[in-house]
């Protein structure tokens, strides 16, 4: 199919001065393919994210991201072709993933290999906003807090990259907004470089830096979004992008039907 | 403060809440009761069996009088003899358990943490497991003779199977998901099975255990039938002779009494073990 790219994917600088030229990028795939069966998910894939950079990547179901997020995250020992990460890789999963008979703070320093693992583990507990929680078991955290506990185990690796799958999917939608935020907040503090992978049109326009749809197992389209944040959901940009997002993902706009 | 305000705001349900609280005291109360009265049943019971036995109905024969079966504990324990069977019959289960259990959570181990292992221990184990071990007896005498050993063995075969099979269950039951976060947090293999998969399997484990010490009290008992010359079994065998079922009566509630302890001993492991879940369940 015939890629529509209204940006191509060379001049997709990042925003807030990330992409520092001559720096090697955080992850570079090239060429990745993934079967289920017969049936190809990913297909030739390339895909390069900037040290920094804030990548959100949409899709219908079926189409691949988690696949891509998983092969990434060094989870699928059977996609073919080059995966290049620069430096340490983390991941939040959709469901928490806490260890269940660990408490909070153990959660953080679990196959943590840096000196004063405890005390880094409570700072990060402090940046999410978790301090009083650091000796709760996770089965006693509300959703919020649990994939806050996620996402503080993720940076205190202080990781190149950070893997997101959909890990606010599951949040009632005025925790989502919170946790958005916080997202934002620590990004701006540790630098890393983000792919989220979401269905949500709007979480991508306010989060990312580059929106992505993937289709056809590979990249189809890319938009790089340049709105100030926060953003506000009617910033006109934002709403042009929408429109051209659903209709990547085969939503017509409304009235047109 | 706007108190009218709120009392305005609660004001359908003022009259919910009282009947709600009256509600919640009457189950109390008809909760205490319920406790209370549970002892009446049983309190009877040994009201009847002692006229019957007082007005000759129950032969001592066949059955002691309740106030006879307590003079012959005291007298038992004053004289020594039942400290002295406990201590042998306990010696013989805590062997046995302890070999037993060893063995049960080893194999567990071995074929739960590989393929190759459970390939070769999983078969054996379930090929074993069918074998009534009760009816191993014969076999045991001939093989160890009729001392300590076969009551020990006996004891042991039956206590490793319910630890093995739960711990195996409970080391592949372990959550796929934790497994791969496991690897995203870059954990080698060692620190996967002692910070994931043996506290995953803990709460399966310690299921089996609760089987596996019911299962040894029983082995013990049969196991006591073989040729005791000491413990509680031979106490039981010997009173039979001289037709005491006094002594009788009491050798089995003492099995039962060591069988309850034993289990309280559990579950206050358990509690202090999966304090993580307990957390959550009494939310």
């Known amino acids: 199919m015939a890629a529509r790219v209204p940006v191509p994917l060379s001049d997709a600088a990042p925003a807030g001065g990330a992409g520092r030229p001559g720096e090697a990028p955080a992850a570079s795939v090239r060429r990745l393919t993934r079967r289920f069966g017969d049936r190809p998910v990913l297909d030739g894939l390339d895909l390069t994210i900037a040290p920094g950079e804030f990548v959100a990547l949409l899709g219908r179901s079926g189409s691949g991201k988690s696949t891509l997020l998983r092969a990434l995250a060094g989870l699928d020992d059977e996609v073919e072709g080059d995966i290049e990460v620069d430096g340490s890789v983390a991941v939040a999963f959709q469901e928490p993933r806490l260890v269940p008979w660990k408490r909070v703070r153990d959660n953080l320093t679990l196959g943590l290999d840096a000196p004063g693992p405890a005390a880094r583990a409570d700072a990060a507990l402090a940046e999410v906003g978790l301090t009083e929680r650091a000796g709760a078991w996770p089965l006693t955290l509300s959703g919020g807090e649990a994939q806050r506990a996620s996402l503080a185990r993720a940076l205190v690796r202080e990781p190149r990259l950070l893997l997101l799958d959909e890990p606010f999917s599951a949040l009632d939608a005025l925790t989502r907004i919170t946790v958005h935020r916080l997202v934002l907040d620590l990004w701006a503090a540790h630098g890393p470089a983000v792919l989220l992978v979401t269905h949500d049109v709007d979480e991508a326009l306010a989060l990312a830096d580059r929106v992505l749809v993937l289709d056809g197992g590979r990249v189809a389209h890319s938009w790089t979004v340049t709105a100030p944040r926060p953003r506000h959901r009617d910033h006109h940009d934002l709403l042009a992008l929408r429109t051209a997002l659903l209709a990547a993902l085969g939503v017509p706009p409304e009235g047109t039907e | ?283």
């Open chain 2, 1 to 283: 403060m706007s108190v009218a305000g709120i009392e305005t705001g609660t004001a359908p349900h003022a009259g919910g809440a009282p009947a709600v609280r009256a509600a919640a005291v009457g189950a109390a109360v008809r909760s205490a009761g319920r406790r209370s009265y549970r002892w009446v049943s049983p309190v009877a019971v040994v009201l009847v069996w002692q006229a019957a036995s007082g007005s000759g109905l129950l032969p001592a024969r066949l059955l002691a009088a309740p106030s006879q079966i307590a003079a012959t504990a005291l007298d038992l324990v004053r004289s020594g003899t039942l400290p002295t069977a406990i201590a042998v019959s306990l010696e013989r289960v805590l062997l046995g358990f302890a070999a037993g259990a060893a063995a049960g959570i080893v194999l567990a181990l071995v074929a739960g943490l590989s393929r190759a292992g459970e390939n070769a221990v999983d078969p054996i184990m379930q090929m074993l497991r069918a074998l009534p071990f009760f009816g191993l007896i014969p076999l045991f005498i001939l093989w160890f003779g009729i001392g300590e050993t076969p009551k020990v063995l006996l004891v042991a075969l039956a206590v490793s199977f319910p630890l093995y099979l739960n711990t195996f269950s409970g080391i592949r039951g372990v959550d796929a998901k934790l497994a791969e976060l496991a690897r995203t947090l870059r954990l080698g293999r060692a620190a996967l099975v002692r910070h994931i998969v043996l506290p995953g399997a803990l709460p399966q484990t310690l299921v089996g255990l609760r089987q596996s010490l019911g299962v040894a009290w029983l082995a013990l008992i049969v196991a006591e039938q073989i040729n005791a010359d000491a413990g509680l079994g031979y106490m039981i065998n010997d009173a039979r002779e001289f037709l005491r079922t006094d002594v009788i009566v009491v050798g089995l509630l003492v099995y039962s009494a060591l069988g309850l302890l034993t289990d309280a001993l559990v579950r206050l492991l358990e509690r202090r073990a999966l304090g993580w879940r307990r957390e959550f369940l009494s939310r």
